[in-house]
Nanobody, 128 residues
């Protein structure tokens, strides 16, 4: 069993930055894929970014407001923690951000159903 606890969310103005953290406990997650998803009110949960231990090791969303270029995912396996650095934030980035962990093929990395463990989420609100 893995417990995930997110932190670092909050209220920020458009153009600002935040760094989310997700600490895992219960077992080491160094061999697992760690990801971030988000869910805005009235919308489905969507993939943001994921990272695995081996190369190529980072994956980002490819939608119109792509996380790539604005968001950076990283991990510290010594601390069993994954981070999401978000910059140039936009009001449409407002959502509840979830951390997730699982073992899967790289082709499945963007699907929420591929992950086995989820945190409770941390709220990110971007004001215009």
């Amino acid at each position: 069993q893995v417990e995930l606890v997110e932190s670092g969310g909050g209220l920020v103005q458009a153009g600002g930055s935040l760094r989310l953290s997700c600490a895992a406990s219960g077992r080491t997650v160094s061999s697992l894929i760690m990801g971030w998803f988000r869910q805005a009110p009235g919308k489905e949960r969507e993939f943001v970014a994921a990272i695995k231990r081996t190369s190529p090791n980072t994956y980002y969303a490819w939608n119109a407001d792509s996380a790539k270029g604005r968001f950076t995912i990283s991990r510290d396996d010594a601390k069993n923690t994954v981070f999401l650095r978000m910059s140039s934030l936009k009001p449409e980035d407002t959502a509840l951000y979830y951390c997730a962990v699982g073992a899967m093929e790289s082709s499945h990395i963007k699907y929420a159903g591929s992950y086995d463990y989820w945190g409770q989420g941390t709220q990110v609100t971007v004001s215009s």
